[in-house]
């Protein structure tokens, strides 16, 4: 747990040019704030406290305008930018190096059991007010523009997605424009 704090300060300090220092990105980045707590919500949550983890969640909700369930999975060097309105839904899992901007959602449809929320990749951005919901698949290494709605349909790996709905224009490096691919509907 604590590799993966010391790679989130190490992305806030490479993602955001406002962190001049080490102390300042401490104690005024309040989005790391809330990734740390995550971090230590998610380690109870792992070990099977009860209530805990999610009183921390919540505080950390309250303090901070990002809201993260301690159950997700979020990989190392993770950074929010301005935070306020990140939501981060229960089987939500998130890839190393992912950025996202404030107002993102990582939510469900309530259509679906189980897994419910999305899975990205490593590397992904995700840009201001984006909605990404249901069970569905976000490649590496993928830019999603701001205002970008994303609901049931993958998006594939090495793409710039933008628009509502959400449509490629640019995979591997070459500029197109079509629709994503749908995600199966639950049984």
Known sequence: MFDKICRDIRAVRENDPAARNLLETLLCHTPLHAIMVYRLAH?????KLPLFPRLLATVAKAA????????????EGFFIDHGVGVVIGETARVGKNCVMFHNVTLGGTGKHQGKRHPTVGDNVLIGTNSVLLGPIAVGSNTLIGANSFIIMHDVPPNCTVVGTPARIIKQDGRRVDRPLARTAEPE
């Open 43 to 47: 380690q109870l949550y792992r070990w």
């Open 64 to 75: 901070t305008g990002v809201e993260i369930h301690p159950a997700a999975e979020i990989g």
